[in-house]
T-cell receptor, first 115, second 113 residues
């Protein structure tokens, strides 16, 4: 089974609208962490937001928030008030196991913001 | 603060040649990671070090690949001999520890002809 599943290969969203990028994960370990990264066309990987499995509240970082539903094993990224500069590939990643730093990445979602 | 520094940014070489990729992590970071990104396989971890010690090298494709971290401020990923299927973008990343975000370098775009 895939550890990280991102079911949306591509999305088109109107500027200023909110967008939700889906991510589901598969692990039986109670200790894990979920990360979201952005990769613009220039190629660099930019860290956006992190959620730990024991965190009680959903993570937020500026316009980014993580909709963490533990029972459903989903960790969707929500971007509010989208901007043209948000157009990029977005990757969900997971580390699992206490002390383990290895990240497994999903296949990504290409987001395009339409003016 | 300087980010993760990788060199070279681009490398084009003929198959059979030795390729050495270099990485300088962010000062003070304890862990260093090498990733490979291709269209077919996506982004995959090759190896990571903690305090200069290799912890997980299960992603290293085969014996042609080797990685070293002789000190806290330098790491190399070597491919010998190189093959066309090694063509990819290779990223180096570093972080302060578990559950801390990994900060990526700009990557090395490697083309093996």
């Amino acid at each position: 089974a895939q550890k990280i599943t991102q079911t949306q290969p591509g999305m088109f969203v109107q500027e200023k609208e909110a967008v939700t990028l889906d991510c589901t994960y598969d692990t039986s370990d109670p200790s894990y962490g979920l990360f979201w990264y952005k990769q613009p066309s220039s190629g660099e990987m930019i860290f956006l937001i992190y959620q730990g499995s024991y965190d009680q509240q959903n993570a937020t970082e500026g316009r980014y928030s993580l909709n963490f539903q533990k029972a459903r094993k989903s960790a969707n990224l929500v971007i509010s008030a989208s901007q043209l500069g948000d157009s990029a590939m977005y990757f969900c990643a997971m580390r699992e196991g206490r002390g383990n730093e290895k990240l497994t990445f999903g296949t990504g979602t290409r987001l395009t913001i339409i003016p | 603060d300087a980010g993760v520094i990788q060199s070279p940014r681009h490398e084009v070489t003929e198959m059979g040649q030795e390729v050495t990729l270099r990485c300088k992590p962010i000062s003070g970071h304890n862990s260093l990671f090498w990733y490979r990104q291709t269209m077919m396989r996506g982004l995959e971890l090759l190896i990571y070090f903690n305090n200069n010690v290799p912890i997980d090298d299960s992603g290293m494709p085969e014996d042609r690949f080797s990685a070293k971290m002789p000190n806290a401020s330098f790491s190399t990923l070597k491919i010998q001999p190189s093959e066309p299927r090694d063509s990819a973008v290779y990223f180096c990343a570093s972080n302060l520890g578990v559950d801390q975000p990994q900060h990526f370098g700009d990557g090395t775009r490697l083309s093996i002809l």
